[in-house]
């Protein structure tokens, strides 16, 4: 049978899967943060400590990202072969198919760090602010803390709202916490010694 696809329409059938294998492999390194995000805002308190403790492994976004890349090529090979251009030569050929595998890999990456992430962590916050009498003159501290994504912001501010008297905590890419809170019921220094940060060091900018 003849196939009735046009060149055009196959390069940008081709094009549009190599986007959506990219986009794929681009969500992977934060699966485990959005999984995280979506249990704490629905309150499921067993798989939020589940994915907590995935989240405090060493190391573990790092694994993820050079996996997604891993897998980015693989999927790269197996296209190549199986149109039977597995060389430089077919590389060079599928330049276009490959830049948008990769492409899509690394933009999305950055779409979540950059941007998801961020904000969602600050809509979260922003809806779970406490309410302070207007007589109380909060304090503000900005903590830098060594996390390795935006995408454990979440895991930051909800270990942060466990201490009393803290008021509101805005996250600030890439790593900054500006934290308000009432001087009456904490300091900066009981802040900054929460259990959170044996595991991803912070101070006092």
């Known amino acids: 049978m003849k196939d009735c696809c046009t060149p055009i329409e196959k390069k940008s059938n081709k094009q549009r899967k190599g986007f959506l294998h990219g986009a794929l492999l681009g969500v992977l390194p934060h699966s485990f943060c959005i999984a995280f995000l979506f249990f704490t805002v629905i309150g499921s308190t067993i798989f939020t400590s589940f994915f907590r403790k995935v989240l405090l492994a060493p190391y573990f976004f790092q694994f993820l990202i050079g996996l997604s890349f891993v897998l980015?090529?693989?999927?790269?090979v197996v296209y190549l072969k199986k149109i039977n251009n597995l060389s430089l030569n077919g590389v060079r050929k599928k330049w276009k198919y490959l830049s948008v595998l990769y492409g899509a890999t690394i933009g999305i990456n950055l779409l979540f760090l950059l941007v998801v992430f961020p904000a969602a962590a600050n809509i979260r916050t922003a809806?779970?602010?406490?309410?302070?009498s207007l007589?109380?003159?909060l304090q503000t501290i900005v903590v830098e803390v060594k996390i390795p994504c935006s995408g454990h912001a979440p895991l930051i501010i909800s270990e942060l709202k466990k201490i009393i008297g803290i008021s509101e905590i805005k996250f600030i890419t890439p790593n900054l916490f500006e934290i308000h809170f009432d001087?009456?019921?904490?300091?900066?220094?009981?802040?900054?010694?929460?259990?959170?940060?044996?595991s991803f060091p912070a101070t006092v900018k």
Request: aromatic share 4%; proline share 3%; no cysteine.
């Open 135 to 137: 007589a109380t003159e």
């Open 72 to 76: 980015a090529t693989i999927s790269a």
């Open 127 to 132: 809806r779970e602010t406490k309410t302070i």
């Open 183 to 198: 001087p009456q019921k904490t300091n900066s220094i009981q802040i900054t010694q929460a259990e959170i940060f044996k």
